[in-house]
């Protein structure tokens, strides 16, 4: 089992910025992806941005160039960094940790489908 914790969310105006935490524990040596992904009721779960045990990351395109992901592994703990925040970002934001997605030969980190999920931290951003 491997147990997150988010901390960092909070209220903003556009343009502004916010760091996002996730603090990992459990079993956390098992960890091969890591990641954000964020849902506003009545939307669909959205992908943010992940990580994968090397270091290799992928974001969504709506964040491209303003977020990024990084990961202390003596903490094991997991950050967003997010710039120049837009009023659609608002959303419920959540770490997620686990196993990749086979495709192929390759393995792939998708936030949205990761098996283990903090409790979430909310962002809202005003215009």
């Known amino acids: 089992q491997v147990q997150l914790v988010e901390s960092g969310g909070g209220s903003v105006q556009a343009g502004g910025s916010l760091r996002l935490s996730c603090a990992a524990s459990?079993?956390?040596?098992?960890?091969?992806?890591m990641g954000w992904f964020r849902q506003d009721p009545g939307k669909e779960r959205e992908g943010v941005a992940a990580i994968d045990k090397d270091g290799s990351t992928n974001y969504a395109d709506s964040v491209k160039g303003r977020f990024t992901i990084s990961k202390d592994y003596a903490k094991n703990t997991l950050y967003l960094q997010m710039n120049s925040l837009k009023p659609e970002d608002t959303a419920m934001y959540y770490c997620?940790?686990?196993?990749?997605?086979?495709?192929?030969?390759?393995?792939?980190?998708?936030?949205?489908?990761?098996?283990?999920w903090g409790q979430g931290t909310q962002v809202t951003v005003s215009s």
């Open positions: 997620a940790a686990g196993p990749p997605t086979t495709r192929g030969t390759g393995l792939y980190c998708y936030a949205q489908g990761l098996r283990y």
């Open positions: 459990g079993y956390t040596y098992s960890i091969y992806c």
